[in-house]
């Protein structure tokens, strides 16, 4: 059975009409061992989608991020969730604590999604 997965322009009116579009979401992963702590790119897209998904209450949405994120108070980095029509919305990443391996995190998704290439 296929889902029909929203456009992020519907994710983007989803949060606005709720008032949770992820202002204040926060997620907390251990990060890798290394040097400086860091979360994997791969990782922090897939928490990023989970959390997302679990706000929204709609099918866990297709996120990039470019980065790993380093496990420092302040880092921020951006994130992309890409809706199957092509349209894109910017999701913007930003640790907020850093305890041992464990990042805790915010991120909140722009308000305005951009159309898809044509």
């Given at each position: 059975m296929t889902t029909a997965r929203p456009s992020a322009t519907a994710w983007s009116l989803t949060a606005v009409a709720a008032g949770v579009l992820l202002v204040g979401c926060s997620a907390s992963v251990h990060a890798e061992k290394a040097t400086t702590p860091k979360m994997s790119k791969d990782k922090l897209a897939n928490t990023v989608a989970e959390r997302l998904a679990a706000t929204t209450g709609q099918p866990k949405p297709d996120i990039a991020c470019p980065e790993d994120l380093d496990a420092k108070v302040g880092t921020?980095?951006?994130?992309?969730?890409?809706?199957?029509?092509?349209?894109?919305?910017?999701?913007?990443?930003k640790v907020t604590s850093v305890k041992g391996s464990r990042i805790n995190f915010d991120f909140k998704a722009d308000d305005k999604a951009s159309p898809a290439p044509n």
């Amino acid at each position: 059975m296929t889902t029909a997965r929203p456009s992020a322009t519907a994710w983007s009116l989803t949060a606005v009409a709720a008032g949770v579009l992820l202002v204040g979401c926060s997620a907390s992963v251990h990060a890798e061992k290394a040097t400086t702590p860091k979360m994997s790119k791969d990782k922090l897209a897939n928490t990023v989608a989970e959390r997302l998904a679990a706000t929204t209450g709609q099918p866990k949405p297709d996120i990039a991020c470019p980065e790993d994120l380093d496990a420092k108070v302040g880092t921020t980095t951006r994130c992309k969730l890409t809706a199957k029509d092509g349209s894109t919305l910017g999701v913007t990443v930003k640790v907020t604590s850093v305890k041992g391996s464990r990042i805790n995190f915010d991120f909140k998704a722009d308000d305005k999604a951009s159309p898809a290439p044509n």
